[in-house]
């Protein structure tokens, strides 16, 4: 693979006044940042932080989903779902491989994810108690996601933008496949109409939680919008999701679980919600490890990971094995 | 309408709950692979049998005439009424397993469904000719599997004699022609079994002896889920599959 000969390599760069000035204007000309540039250490280690979460989130992401594959109601929905589920671990394969243009390993992010080292999205700490919970995730979850990933299209960094397009697709498709399952539920009969609001009520905070701490208190956007990696900071993009998502909500029936919601003619110069005090007590503890399925979730990806340990040993002999004897016919 | 309309829907209803069954299996693993690639791959196989089961329960529905859908087909029957053949119900227990049920599995179908597409049953044959590609598919992926761990670790080996010991007995399932079968067969619908289980033979045979794996003679094969006869995990696998549509009888989803 293309990547793999990056990984490892002497990326060592002299970081003269002169360089960095000349890096700064190559982002601000638009000029996208390719693997074989000399760039920042601090860009190369954001971006490796960046790449590498969004990878886990993926990855881990497909559990709290995959949870109801062999629950799913109707064969359609089954299908849909499946996919889906696959879809998402196809990211997870193309965001590693973003990666490792950078010169990290998938085996050595692997290994930072299972020990805890490397974050991923903590929506995903959250359970899925009900199937309405598969709505909720596409339509909000994946909604929030598009916020944050459609202007990641345009990052300075090549190979993330351009794999961000491809993502951003698939997520868009997985947004209104949400949207039209809480539709159906919403439309059904009492059961499904609870079903339904209950899981917009636990996944409403949580989803606008994604965008990540408040502006003010936000330790890594000030460099990352210089660098051009984010494009807008955390409160915007918050901003835009709750704008966007209200409306589909009242249309379908379904109320936000937040009693100051209130349209304000005059926010932001076109006017936006103003929302009512966001819990980042709750927020911080479960980035830190305390939400109900934080454990569950590394727990099941590091089962995984040491249940097929044999099956990748016995794919490495079988390889070395084939190899030789092909260099012993040779 | 064929004459024997009541033995094709019979014998369509036994592929689509083989295919369902099998698929819903697969479908367990989705995020717990042993490698992202299988956690790509594992469900894709499972879309595709999944996939082919709906084509299934679909024309057995158009057939019966009595405005059942797929999903009745698929969620509302009892224990006694699915027809799978025993093998694609085994639990996945680890990748060797696995690997082997869908390999045996594949192994049948891709010259079973070659027959169909040449046969006289119109709606058969189309789902045929896009299904003879995708197992086409499933033959290669789990029978590379199955050479790999054969011929990989001492561990890998002794756990595929392990899936073979456990899930061979199940294979003459495969090959069985019922009452239902043999009229599908003189009908031209389906083909006949003799070219086909010699095909099953000649796959079985050429992988395992790259693999290094060794063929088992089986005296007592196991059998009994083409007449509803099921395994205790069974169970289980319906209480699953069923959950939403017995919670919430008549719901629209």
Known sequence: MYSQGLIGANTETEETQEFLDAFQARIDAEIKIEPNDPMPAAYRKTLIRMIGQHAHSEIVGMLPEGNWITRAPTLRRKVALLAKVQDEGGHGLYLYSAAETLGVSREQMTEELLNGTAKYSSIFNYPTPTWADIGAIGWLVDGAAIMNQVPLCRCSYGPYARAMIRVCKEESFHQRQGYELMKTLAEGNDDQKHMAQDALNRWWWPSIMMFGPSDTDSQHSDQSMKWKIKRFTNDELRQKFIDATVPQAELIGLTMPDPDLKWNETKNDNGGYDFGKIDWDEFWKVVKGHGMMNKDRIRARKKAWDDGAWVREAALAYAKKNEKQHSEAA | ?253
């Open chain 2, 1 to 253: 309408m064929p004459a024997n309309t009541e033995q094709l829907i019979e014998v369509v209803v036994q592929i689509a709950d083989d295919h369902l069954i099998l698929g819903h299996r697969l479908s367990e693993w989705c995020g717990h692979a042993p490698m992202l690639e299988e956690d790509l791959s594992m469900p894709n196989m499972a879309l595709d049998l999944v996939g082919q089961s709906r084509a299934l329960y679909s024309y057995a529905a158009q057939l019966e005439s009595k405005g059942h859908s797929e999903d009745d087909f698929a969620y509302l029957r009892k224990d006694r009424e699915y027809t799978n053949c025993l093998l694609v119900e085994r639990p996945n227990t680890d990748f060797a397993h696995t690997m082997l049920k869908q390999f045996y599995f594949a192994a049948f179908m891709h010259p079973f469904w070659q027959g169909v597409k040449n046969g006289t049953d119109n709606t058969l044959s189309g789902i045929a000719g896009k299904a003879e590609k995708e197992i086409g598919y499933h033959i290669r992926h789990a029978g590379e599997w199955i050479v790999r761990l054969g011929d990989g670790t001492d561990e890998s080996a002794e756990r595929m004699n392990d899936a073979i010991e456990a899930l061979h007995p199940y294979t003459g399932e495969l090959l069985e022609v019922d009452e239902a079968r043999q009229s599908c067969i003189v009908s031209g619908a389906i083909p006949e079994i003799a070219p086909i289980q010699t095909q099953w033979n000649a796959t079985i045979n050429n992988v395992f002896t790259q693999a290094k794996l060794t063929v088992p003679e089986i005296d007592y094969p196991q059998q009994g889920g083409r007449a509803g006869n099921h395994t205790e995990d069974f169970g289980f696998l319906l209480t699953e599959l069923q959950y939403m549509q017995r919670t919430y009888p008549g719901a629209q989803w």
